[in-house]
């Protein structure tokens, strides 16, 4: 079946660094890939989504990139920001109405000044 | 705003008491649907509806009842608490089940059972 994995966290990192969290997924077709940001006492947001290959999702500074090869969705940011710190899920479901979102486990992030 | 919400936000139960979580959204979404967060465990899915009248089990539907008579609202029920039910609890809603537009969450339920 279709499932996502993050890489484990939680990861600490200082303001205005690089930052990568991996994403990587096994599903059958092409599935669209998802972004969600939870920051504290908070419900999960939608941060960004690709629906085909080779697409680039964007928002508030992010970035992922949708690689049928290596089947991952990567979330990337140029340069963190101590608001930035949250927990990140990555998720992935089929283009037909029976199917439903899968979550990864997601990984917490803390940007410290 | 438009959005999803929820009621209460937080809540103690004594084992073996019963209680309603309610969610309500008001984005005419067909699909709604309850979260479970737990450490270590990330979301799991409860219980979900495709539309009015129409509701289905997913991956720890026991010791949970759910309905659907409007489009708008979808309660939660726990029968019989138990600690081992003590979580965060999401409700979700969205246009379709696969979540092509995005899943909007509410703020969340977190729920102690003593």
């Known amino acids: 079946g279709n499932s996502v994995t993050q890489m484990e966290g939680p990861v600490t990192l200082s303001e205005e660094a690089f930052l990568t969290i991996n994403c990587t997924y096994t599903a059958t077709g092409y599935p669209s890939l998802f972004w969600y940001v939870q920051y504290p006492g908070e419900g999960l947001q939608l941060l960004l989504k690709?629906?085909?290959?080779?697409d680039k999702g964007s928002n508030k500074g992010f970035e992922a990139t949708y690689r049928k090869e290596t089947t991952s969705f990567h979330l990337e940011k140029g340069s963190v920001q101590v608001s930035d710190s949250a927990v990140y899920f990555c998720?992935?479901?089929?283009?037909?109405?029976?199917?439903?979102?899968?979550f990864g486990p997601g990984t917490s992030l803390s940007v410290i000044p | 705003n438009a959005g999803v919400t929820q009621t209460p936000k937080f809540q103690v139960l004594k084992t073996g008491q019963s209680m309603t979580l309610q969610c309500a959204q008001d984005m005419n979404h067909e699909y709604m649907s309850w979260y479970r967060q737990d450490p270590g465990m990330g979301l799991r899915l409860i219980h979900y509806s495709v539309g009015a009248g129409i509701t289905d089990q997913g991956e720890v539907p026991n010791g949970y009842n759910v309905s659907r008579s409007t489009t708008e609202d979808f309660p939660l029920r726990l029968l019989l608490a138990a600690p081992s039910q003590t979580s965060v609890y999401f409700c979700a809603s969205s246009y379709s089940r696969d979540g092509g537009y995005g899943y909007t969450f509410g703020s969340g339920t977190r729920l102690t059972v003593v």
């Open positions: 690709a629906t085909k290959a080779d």
């Open positions: 998720a992935l479901s089929g283009k037909t109405s029976y199917d439903k979102v899968i």
